[in-house]
Nanobody, 121 residues
Framework: QVQLVESGGGLVQAGGSLRLSCTAS????????MGWYRQAPGKQRELVAD???????NYADSVKGRFIISRDNAKNTVYLQMNSLKPDDTAVYYC???????????????WGKGTLVTVSS
């Protein structure tokens, strides 16, 4: 089976920084894309940033210029460097990967359990 495990969430003051990590493990043949989504209380889950093999990086307008996504393909790991954090960034951050399990032919999306980021004003 495939597992995505996030780390790096926590409490930070406005203007501060945090770095999230997510590592995919299991019977993985190849990964097409990895990314981060977030869900604030009472709101729908939204894309924060993703990194695909063909397009590269993509960011939500609300985080452009503040967040940086990167991947380490050798480690099946994606990072999210979050700078100049705002209270509006408070949410549970979920890792997502679009990948192909060994001996299968269809790419599927997998999710981590989420890590809480709280930004105080």
């Amino acid at each position: 089976q495939v597992q995505l495990v996030e780390s790096g969430g926590g409490l930070v003051q406005a203007g501060g920084s945090l770095r999230l990590s997510c590592t995919a493990s299991g019977n993985i043949f190849t990964i097409n894309a990895m990314g981060w989504y977030r869900q604030a209380p009472g709101k729908q889950r939204e894309l924060v940033a993703d990194y695909t093999n063909d397009v590269g990086t993509n960011y939500a307008d609300s985080v452009k210029g503040r967040f940086i996504i990167s991947r380490d393909n050798a480690k099946n790991t994606v990072y999210l460097q979050m700078n100049s954090l705002k209270p509006d960034d408070t949410a549970v951050y979920y890792c997502n990967a679009d990948l192909l399990v060994t001996d299968t032919i269809v790419f599927k999306a997998y999710w981590g359990k989420g890590t809480l980021v709280t930004v105080s004003s």
